[in-house]
């Protein structure tokens, strides 16, 4: 059973940051493919970033530069550095897992979903 716990959410400032956390249990594949995703209100749920076990990764345009996603093997863990925060990156931010190198769609298994708010 995968269970995925997300943790870092909260309020903060424009030009601020934060970091999520994912930490999975269950998750003994060695394909696999941890990915953030967000959905503002009245938007679409949008691919954020993805880190597969091939050890590469992947961003939408308008976080590149700005929000870096990481893994820590030893504790199960996907992390989400989102630095020079904008208002527009308001969004529930959701952690999901998959045991496929197939990052065009997200996986079975999501977390619970944390808010970030970014204003003044």
């Known amino acids: 059973q995968v269970q995925l716990v997300e943790s870092g959410g909260g309020w903060v400032q424009p030009g601020g940051s934060l970091r999520l956390s994912c930490a999975a249990s269950g998750t003994a594949f060695s394909i696999y493919t941890m990915a953030w995703y967000r959905q503002a209100p009245g938007k679409q749920r949008e691919l954020v970033a993805a880190s597969r076990s091939l050890g590469d990764t992947t961003y939408l345009d308008s976080v590149k530069g700005r929000f870096t996603i990481s893994r820590d093997n030893a504790k199960n863990t996907v992390y989400l550095q989102m630095n020079s925060l904008k208002p527009e990156d308001t969004a529930v931010y959701t952690c999901?897992?998959?045991?496929?190198?197939?990052?065009?769609?997200?996986?079975?298994?999501w977390g619970q979903g944390t808010q970030v708010t970014v204003s003044s």
């Open positions: 999901n897992y998959k045991t496929d190198w197939d990052w065009s769609t997200p996986g079975p298994y």
